[in-house]
């Protein structure tokens, strides 16, 4: 049903993103091919980008806006960086895909083997959601057991096994006793009863479970840091203590690290927390803009992925474009001991203090939360701290939507919901951080 034009945020003109997405919508379920470029996520059409170069990019309507959210993370180096241009382009000119091994696919694999802490071995896949699945099943292979731990509030990607009580329900209920919900229709009731889920942050609850239940669960799945709500940090020695249980109870480590991979540092979370997990996946900063994902572990397992043992397969998987690109990538990120990561950290970091500060000055009711290379998040929220899921249900994402409106007023594009991350890239100058900072006072301000 055709509708009149609204601009997306009231003074910005939206035509062209507008017009784009009536027809998207009339072709396409929901105009777009993902639930999370789509309306509610954003509100009312989701914007059309047509063009990025370092941390800025232009929406269809020609509107300049810097980047806070690079493609959900994965353009740690900006956008069209020419490194990673020049071997892109030099490759197409020889082909994309030929569906067997290539020379530059055993560089890689050469040298994640080298940067990533547990990487004994690697396979590559094309996405964050195919290399957790595998990652499951792999561990689901070594132990002869079926169920998993996942954490609320974490997210490994769209497919049934892990979409789980987690999309907008608040969890009720003791820990231990809570009921599961289906994300999607169609997840089967048998998949879910495969999963444990609990709260994030607490130790002792997943002791309790291991120790009644470690008989029939394969491996416990999470996040180093929360990203999927904002950014929450682990408590001092979770993730540690979430590794030495698994050692005590047989059960596969798997770190997802799908966002902090070569990002938190050159060797991800791993490197930043001191882990060596059994398991872990890799997927945005390793192809800087790329579709490629990894997953990395123990030669104990890794060596059981081969025909007649534990499946791994894919069409497109470790294909030469996307494997010369994550060349370039890892090649940028590794340069001069990964001095980029100085950079990174120091300009996640005026962002994080910048925003808090702004917070402080406008007496907002709120605070920012974040880990240096990693960025961080503006909560609208009564509370000091938020450590999990249930914590995450005190924020107010209808005021977050507005401050987003607001700045993307400014020229400054935030994601529309707060449960989305804040992301910073080489690319960021002192001035781009700069400029987010007094804008968002400004909107504050505003919203006060
Ligand atoms: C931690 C984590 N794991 C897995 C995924 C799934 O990755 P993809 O969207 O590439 O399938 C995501 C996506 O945002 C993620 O944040």
Redesign the pocket.
């Known amino acids: 049903m055709a509708r009149d034009y609204v601009s997306y945020a009231e003074g910005l003109n939206t035509k062209k993103s507008w017009s784009l997405y009536e027809r998207a919508s009339k072709v396409m379920p929901g105009g777009a091919s993902s639930h999370g470029q789509c309306y509610p996520v954003f509100d009312p059409y989701p914007l059309t980008f047509e063009k990025g170069r370092g941390s800025h990019i232009w929406d269809a309507d020609g509107n300049e806006y810097i980047d806070f959210i690079l493609s ?2 994965p353009c740690i180096l900006g956008h069209c960086h020419p490194t990673l241009m020049k071997a892109a382009a030099d490759q197409l000119k020889k082909g994309t895909a030929f569906a067997v091994l290539n020379e530059n696919e055993v560089k890689l694999a050469e040298l994640v083997c080298k940067i990533v802490p547990n990487a004994e071995m690697v396979r590559f896949s094309n ?6 699945m595998s990652a499951i099943r792999f561990a689901r292979a070594y132990t002869g057991k079926t169920k998993i731990i996942k954490f609320e509030g ?5 497919y049934d096994q892990v979409m789980v009580g987690f999309g907008g329900v608040q969890p009720v209920g003791p820990a231990m006793a809570r009921v599961n919900t289906p994300v999607s229709w169609g997840v089967p009731e048998e998949v879910l009863s495969t999963v444990i889920q609990l709260p994030w942050n607490d130790l002792s609850v997943v002791e309790k479970t291991l120790k009644r239940r470690s008989h029939e669960i394969a491996a416990i799945i999470t ?1 180093p840091v929360l ?2 709500i904002g950014t929450v940090l682990p408590e001092e020695g979770y993730l540690n203590g979430l590794q030495e249980l698994c050692h005590k109870y047989d059960v596969v480590f798997i770190l ?1 690290e ?2 902090s991979g070569f990002r938190l540092a050159l060797g991800g979370a791993q490197e930043y927390f001191n882990l060596r997990p059994d398991l872990a ?1 890799y ?2 900063a390793l192809g800087a803009g790329f579709p490629i ?1 990894a997953i990395t572990g123990k030669r104990e397992i890794m060596e059981n992925v081969v025909p007649g043992k534990m499946m791994h397969s894919g069409t497109y998987n470790a294909n030469p474009l996307v494997v010369t690109a994550a060349l370039a990538s890892l090649t940028e990120l590794s340069r001069n001991n990964g001095a980029i990561y100085k950079h990174l950290n120091k300009i996640g970091t005026m962002l994080m203090e910048g925003l808090q500060d702004a917070v402080d000055e406008t007496k907002t009711k709120g605070m920012v939360q974040g880990i240096g290379s990693g960025g961080c998040q503006l909560y609208f929220t009564d509370r000091k701290k938020i450590s999990n899921y249930k914590d995450f249900f005190s924020t107010d994402s209808t005021k977050y939507m507005k401050f987003h409106k607001q700045l993307l007023k400014r020229g400054v594009y935030f994601h529309p919901q707060q449960y989305e991350h804040l992301f910073v890239c080489t690319a960021h100058t002192e001035k781009d951080v700069d400029t987010a900072v007094s804008s968002a006072r400004e909107v504050l301000k505003q919203l006060a």
């Open positions: 959900m993370g996405s964050g959601a195919e290399a957790t974490a997210y490994h990607g769209a996040e990203m999927n997802d799908v966002i996946t997927a945005k994902s």
